[in-house]
């Protein structure tokens, strides 16, 4: 508890000190933090050691590009090393995550671990410690501050929080809302997730029933939520909505606004880098978390530093997600347009009952079984798909098939979810995912019949 408050003070006290910064004099502060993680790391990761060995920095007064770029692949592929306790290691977080799906258990007691493919397909482990958890959190919490949470109108007690995502396991977004069950915030907050991959109408009136006053989720489930609001179908009446998890335009948020009659905002997060900024008023911009964060913006992508993760260390971490700067790329605050290229087309099939239904591309992109690396789906028809998955290299042939076993087993859990089981699919295991061959990138999830 005294670290906890130890470091709430910190936070509160770095938050008021960075607001009465110029740009430089923040940057030269936020360089600092980063020596302290680079020092950190070089001490107590392998990987990073022999990086700073390698190319002979000086972490006295090294800056972020001074280490190479980090991908995913380079971060599994050498995941023992680039951790700085050896008590974690890819193949009991694999095991762990192979058994546990309560977001709230942590790994041997001590790490929250997430894992998600994101848009690349590609299967990646994510841990933090307590104390990164906090200062990851609380970073992002309070550059948002003075935003605050729009007043009720006749009714008492705790806020009533409605998640609307994947919820059964180690990812993301369900990890940071169920936050909200423990400590101090279950006395302000009475958080409830809702599973995405429910039949959509058993949603419906489980939401109609609990009359949340804010509701968060992914945006393209949102929208349906909005259709069902329209329609009479849901009635509920929120002060606010926080959409996330994939592009959120204009349209979304104008058409969530209408449907709810209320403040929409949105929210920007991940996995890797936990709450990196949200909308401003108006909606037209986002200002980012740029106190624990440091961004470098490129064309098709980005590259992120991360101050408060010193458990996994990501320097320079390449995502996808393109950002735009509103002016100067170095300014503080730092403000892009509100529209990160994060988007995946939403599969919809018919169900057992003839109705027409949807996967959340969420679900498919949390889909965990072990030995599996990279993943996509390939719809064939109204009521089929294809999922194609790259497996380990060093299974033998009953490993393979144990892998395979485990996809197919995975996937009839997610149909049966939805009333789905009509719906017939094909695992095949491939060498290679090739990307997009018009835009260059990857897709998470193919209509096979468009391409036809």
């Not at 913006?297 to 509103?326: A, G, K, Q």
Request: charged share 25%; aromatic share 10%.
């Amino acid at each position: 508890m005294l670290t906890e408050l130890a470091i709430f003070a910190g936070k509160l006290a770095e938050a008021r000190r960075n607001a009465n910064l110029d740009a430089p004099a923040f940057r030269e502060a936020r360089l600092r933090d980063f020596r302290d993680l680079a020092d950190y790391a070089a001490r107590h990761s392998r990987w990073y050691a022999g990086i700073v060995r390698e190319r002979g920095i000086d972490l006295s007064v090294c800056t972020p590009e001074d280490f190479p770029v980090l991908t995913k692949s380079i971060l599994m592929e050498n995941f023992d090393h680039i951790v700085t306790d050896r008590r974690i290691t890819k193949k009991a977080v694999s095991d762990f995550l192979a058994i546990s799906k309560d977001p709230g258990e942590k790994f041997l007691g001590r790490w929250r671990v997430m894992h998600t493919s994101g848009t690349s397909g590609e299967v990646g482990y994510f841990l933090y410690s307590n104390a990164d958890w906090l200062r990851g959190l609380l970073g992002g919490g309070f550059r948002q501050r003075r935003r605050g949470i729009p007043r009720r109108t006749g009714r008492r007690g705790r806020y009533r929080f409605a998640f609307y995502g994947a919820t059964g396991g180690h990812f993301a977004g369900v990890t940071m809302a169920t936050a909200a069950n423990r400590g101090l915030a279950r006395l302000f907050v009475d958080m409830r997730t809702f599973e995405i991959n429910a039949p959509l109408p058993d949603t419906v009136s489980e939401l109609n029933a609990f009359q949340p006053d804010i509701l968060s989720g992914y945006t393209a489930a949102l929208r349906m939520l909005g259709e069902r609001q329209a329609a009479g179908q849901l009635d509920i009446h929120p002060i606010a909505i926080a959409a996330t998890g994939e592009t959120v335009t204009q349209a979304d948020m104008a058409f969530l606004k209408s449907a709810f009659a209320c403040e929409v905002t949105s929210a920007y997060g991940c996995t890797e880098h936990l709450g990196l900024g949200a909308s401003n008023p108006g909606g037209d911009t986002m200002t980012l978390n740029d106190a624990n964060l440091i961004f470098e913006f490129h064309e098709d992508h980005s590259v992120i530093t991360n101050l408060f993760n010193y458990t996994m260390p990501l320097i320079r971490y390449r995502m996808s997600d393109i950002l735009i700067p509103v002016g100067d790329a170095d300014a503080h605050p730092l403000v892009i347009r509100n529209l990160v290229g994060r988007t995946e087309r939403v599969p919809t099939f018919i169900n057992s009952e003839g109705q027409t239904d949807f996967i959340s591309p969420h679900t498919i992109n949390e889909i965990f079984v072990p030995n599996v690396l990279r993943f996509q789906l390939r719809l064939t028809g109204p009521d089929s798909f294809r999922f194609l998955v790259i497996l380990d290299p060093s299974l033998d042939e009953p490993g393979h098939a144990a892998a395979i076993a485990g996809v197919e087993k995975r996937l009839k859990e997610i149909l049966d979810q939805k009333g789905m089981l009509n719906v017939g699919f094909e695992v095949a295991a491939v060498e290679d995912l090739p990307v997009n061959l018009q835009t260059r990138k990857f897709q998470l999830i193919v209509d096979e019949r468009e391409a036809a």
